[in-house]
């Protein structure tokens, strides 16, 4: 880096916008790009995101470390200093920084506090760091990852999942995710994942390893493809939709699910009560070469004036099950937000099947990990609804996806599974359940 202090002054400008002003982490990336500006070069900004996102992923085991090694309460006050060990550590353990160079400038990060009892701390920065680099093994592997995932979203994942999965699921938040596109021509995976150096995936999606810029890869100006995680494609395949079927898309922005019905011929309606989420989607829509009517409303309030056979909710959620690539996530939800969410969700569940006409399908998702969110929103469906049926989800339609159907036809996946055997990287967390309404 051409000032290897900068990069990390905007480092901890970025941590300090997620974990204080509980901004996303995309919005406090472009946040702190657009304050530093041409101060931070190309590298510095590559630089920054990984080493801020590096550090929430392990934001558990760091504060471990930091109170195995001193007494001192590093809590509202100290915070700064408790932000620049966190990096410091995440440089020294998880991004091979040399110790010279995540050591020192950490002491100088702590020696330009505005507070003199922060500046004062320098000393014991500077001994915590240089105790973990000579310990680096013991600290490696003495603090597991489960330490992540915060003890309320732990305790509630060990009761669907069981502590084996669980483990394996925090084993997996770890990683820098790979990126998943689909394809506007699925006949063409092949092709596509040779020009942009990838894999195809069994359900026809193109998994890169490292795929830097999107904007500046092969096929994007063209619109041939749109970003979207394997396992957030499989709600719209198996909604079942084919070309010239009417498709409700219910809470569409930034529309990835829409652009899959609209690439398979399918007339879309595509509401969103965000009007800012819909430009974005026009835009995305527009790049892809794709048009279909938008509604900006309430779906807990929208009548069409024709009934659609083909009904997607894919409802707003925790997002528990994106925390791959959001690992801000867990830090900015709590268990009140879910009971809150699961309110939003039942009321759009039950707008959705007012307006299923008989033998239509609805398909209802959430990227969640959370009972109250999936399994628990259609067994209570279920029991008060009894014109409403699940249409199970069977193995032969989600090749390489088996472990993810439970034992009722409805889906789950998890951030450990994998697409096939040999296809590593994991996917986002979605819950999928396919239902039909067999009277009025
Ligand atoms: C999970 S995102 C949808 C992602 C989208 N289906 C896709 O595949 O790109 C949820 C969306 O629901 C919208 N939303 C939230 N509450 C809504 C409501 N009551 N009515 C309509 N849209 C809503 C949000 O604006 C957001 O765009």
Request: proline share 5%; with cysteine.
């Amino acid at each position: 880096m051409a000032n290897d202090l900068i990069g990390r002054w905007a480092a901890l400008a970025f941590l300090e916008r997620i974990l204080d002003e509980h901004l996303p982490l995309d919005q406090a990336f472009e946040q702190t790009c657009r304050f530093y500006g041409d101060k931070l070069t190309v590298q510095d900004r590559a630089f920054v995101r990984h080493l801020g996102t590096s550090c929430l992923r392990h934001l558990g085991q760091l504060d471990a470390m930091i109170n195995h090694c001193t007494t001192t309460k590093l809590t509202s006050k100290k915070k700064t200093v408790r932000n620049i060990l966190r990096l410091a550590i995440t440089q020294l353990l998880y991004m091979q920084v040399p110790a010279h160079a995540a050591v020192n400038s950490a002491v100088k990060m702590t020696d330009k506090q505005k507070n003199s009892s922060d500046r004062h701390a320098k000393g014991m920065v500077n001994a915590i760091l240089r105790r973990i680099d000579r310990e680096q093994e013991k600290f490696s592997t003495k603090f597991s990852p489960g330490l992540n995932i915060p003890k309320w979203l732990k305790a509630s994942w060990v009761a669907r999942y069981g502590s084996g999965q669980v483990d394996d699921m925090a084993v997996a938040l770890l990683a820098e995710p790979p990126l998943d596109f689909s394809l506007k021509d699925q006949t063409a995976a092949k092709q596509w994942a040779e020009k942009l150096g990838g894999i195809e995936l069994p359900n026809g999606s193109v998994r890169v390893e490292k795929a830097g810029p999107v904007a500046q890869l092969d096929g994007y100006e063209e619109g041939q493809w749109w970003v979207q995680d394997t396992a957030a494609s499989l709600p719209a395949t198996l909604l079942g939709a084919k070309s010239g079927d009417r498709v409700l898309d219910l809470c569409a922005a930034p529309g990835g699910k829409t652009a899959q019905s609209l690439a398979k011929g399918c007339q879309v309606t595509a509401v969103d009560q965000s009007a800012r989420r819909l430009r974005r989607f026009e835009e995305n829509m527009s790049r892809l070469g794709f048009s279909c009517e938008t509604v900006v409303t309430d779906a807990a309030t929208y009548s069409p004036d024709e009934p659609f056979p083909f009904i997607l909710l894919d409802a707003p959620c925790s997002s528990t099950g994106t925390m791959r690539r959001h690992p801000e996530v867990s830090r900015m939800r709590g268990p009140l937000d879910i009971t809150a969410l699961a309110e939003i969700q039942k009321n759009l569940l039950d707008a959705a099947i007012s307006i299923l006409p008989v033998g239509g399908r609805l398909i209802y998702c959430v990227c969640s990990l959370q009972t109250e969110e999936g399994p628990d929103q259609i067994a209570a469906l279920l029991s008060r609804n009894e014109k409403i049926q699940r249409v199970p989800i069977t193995a032969d339609e989600l090749t390489g996806f088996g472990q993810a159907i439970m034992d009722n036809g409805d889906v789950q996946t998890l951030p450990h599974h994998n697409p096939a055997a040999n296809i590593p990287g994991g996917m986002d967390g979605f819950f999928i359940s396919r239902l039909t309404k067999t009277s009025d």
